[in-house]
């Protein structure tokens, strides 16, 4: 079988791995910002932001169930040298239900919400702005 012909579409492996990567930068990025306030980040704490982050990214993008487990998947790959991925990235797609970081969760959600808010009104001001370039 072969599976790099054009009738395989990669888009939904772009998207998930998209996110992915947004969520590692953002959760790397918020670990260093709290680091530099004298906060430091346990490892429970940053696993509900990330779960947040990366389902409030999920909604406002509108993924598949496929993409959006991808995009868990990738993200642990990517920020955890975890030798069980899969029950790692189990426990990140089940971040929702563990009181015990309900706060970083919403925290995720809410910087998700930003997040795509920030995208959307970029695409809104790129729209309204004159190309200067065109005669």
Not at 3 to 32: C, I, Q
Not at 81 to 99: F, G, H, K, Y
Not at 106 to 119: E, H, I, K, P, R
């Amino acid at each position: 079988m072969n599976f790099g012909g054009s009738h395989y579409s990669t888009e939904w492996l772009r998207r998930a791995d998209a996110v992915a990567r947004a969520v590692n930068l953002w959760v790397k990025r918020r670990s260093l910002a709290r680091l530099c306030e004298g906060i430091e980040s346990c490892p429970a704490s940053e696993r509900g932001f990330a779960g947040g982050l990366l389902e409030g990214l999920a909604v406002s993008m509108e993924l598949s169930q496929e993409e959006y487990q991808a995009a868990a998947y990738s993200y642990v790959l990517l920020s955890s040298n975890e030798t069980d991925v899969l029950e790692v990235t189990r426990q990140l797609l089940d971040v929702a239900t563990d009181q015990s970081v309900a706060g970083s969760y919403l925290d995720g959600l809410a910087d998700a919400d930003s997040l795509c808010l920030g995208m959307r009104l970029t695409k809104f001001q790129s729209r309204r702005r004159p190309d200067r370039y065109q005669s």
